[in-house]
């Protein structure tokens, strides 16, 4: 199973997917590029290809590409999502906010930035374009509690992985979740133990289920 992120562009227009996809081909840190023009296919796509970092559009002919997002959250809260369009609005920078959308970007943005921008979410990273207003962040509600030390020091992808780590799933089925190799699972368990100062995995999620990192 590759270890790199397969890229999904949700986009109604085949002119930006195309050329979003021609960048993003290029990168050596992608595994595959797929294409989904409306809210129902990401949604199939996510659900189906094993797919781990989305750029979507918020216009789509089928409905609001926020909510889809809010839906493939709940069923694969791993995926990273940046919302590419070319909608400024406050209100709609924090429902995405809101719902779990890591990155934020208009369609103006300089495309090196864009892709950037989703290799940054791909590894745990959050990122928000220069045409974000502190307005929006405001009306933002954040999605993650502060969690006290030794927690604050794991990235967001490391708490995805205790929270399953957490709730009885040995590596294989984490991996699975991810898109990732045992392997690559088994070494980020390692470096969460040792952020922790834990010797072992049961350690760990009692730890987790104390600050309520885990299964709700």
């Not at 930035?113 to 207003?133: C, F, K, W």
Request: charged share 25%.
């Amino acid at each position: 199973m590759s270890e790199q992120p397969r890229v999904l562009i949700v986009d109604d227009h085949p002119v930006v997917r195309r050329g979003l996809r021609t960048m993003l081909e290029g990168e050596s840190w992608v595994a595959e590029v797929l294409e989904a023009a409306s809210c129902a296919e990401a949604i199939a796509a996510v659900a189906h290809e094993q797919v781990t970092v989305v750029a979507m559009d918020i216009a789509l002919p089928d409905g609001d590409g926020v909510q889809a997002v809010g839906q493939i959250l709940r069923h694969r809260p791993e995926t990273a999502v940046v919302m590419l369009t070319m909608a400024d609005e406050d209100e709609l920078v924090a429902r995405a906010l809101q719902v779990g959308a890591r990155g934020y970007l208009l369609k103006d943005t300089d495309p090196d930035l864009v892709v950037d921008a989703l290799r940054t979410v791909a590894g745990g990273g959050v990122v928000l374009g220069p045409g974000i207003t502190a307005a929006a962040l405001g009306r933002a509600q954040p999605t993650a509690v502060s969690l006290p030390p030794p927690f604050d020091r794991l990235t967001p992808r490391e708490r995805d992985i205790l929270a399953h780590l957490a709730g009885g799933e040995d590596n294989a089925q984490i991996a699975r979740r991810f898109g990732l190799s045992t392997k690559t699972i088994r070494n980020q368990v390692s470096a969460i133990l040792g952020k922790l100062g834990v010797a072992d995995r049961v350690q760990a999620a009692l730890l987790a289920r104390d600050v309520g990192i885990g299964p709700s």
